[in-house]
């Protein structure tokens, strides 16, 4: 293999996460990760050992990651021409535990995520 094909090569397949439905399958997953150390943190700081520190690590992280999975639910359903009903399913999603992930399984199966190289 010769140094021009090595520069070519990663130009030929573009990854899943540069496209905005890989984008916001990122960060709906991310979101739902998020929910769970922040309940676990919860956990520990009301039940198990009275200490705060876990809330204290994961409920800016989670803030964080709700704020990005927000910005990412809205440019997708603009790029995909979602309808208002699935837009507000989107944007509800991030309150309940973990339904981020369950919205962003809902959407790739229907194929509203555009071109997303991992299924």
Not at 67 to 89: M, P
């Amino acid at each position: 293999m010769n140094s021009s094909n090595k520069m070519n090569r990663p130009q030929e397949k573009v990854g899943w996460i540069a496209t905005s439905g890989g984008q916001f399958r990122l960060c709906a997953i991310a979101e739902a990760w998020s929910w769970a150390g922040l309940l676990a943190g919860m956990f520990f700081k009301y039940v198990a050992i009275l200490n705060p520190i876990g809330v204290q690590i994961m409920g800016p992280i989670h803030g964080v990651l709700f704020v990005i999975y927000i910005v990412a639910a809205l440019r997708v359903a603009n790029e995909q021409k979602w309808s208002s009903l699935v837009t507000l399913v989107a944007l509800f999603a991030a309150i309940p535990p973990f339904a981020t992930w369950l919205f962003e399984r809902w959407v790739l199966k229907r194929g509203m995520l555009g071109a997303t190289a991992i299924s």
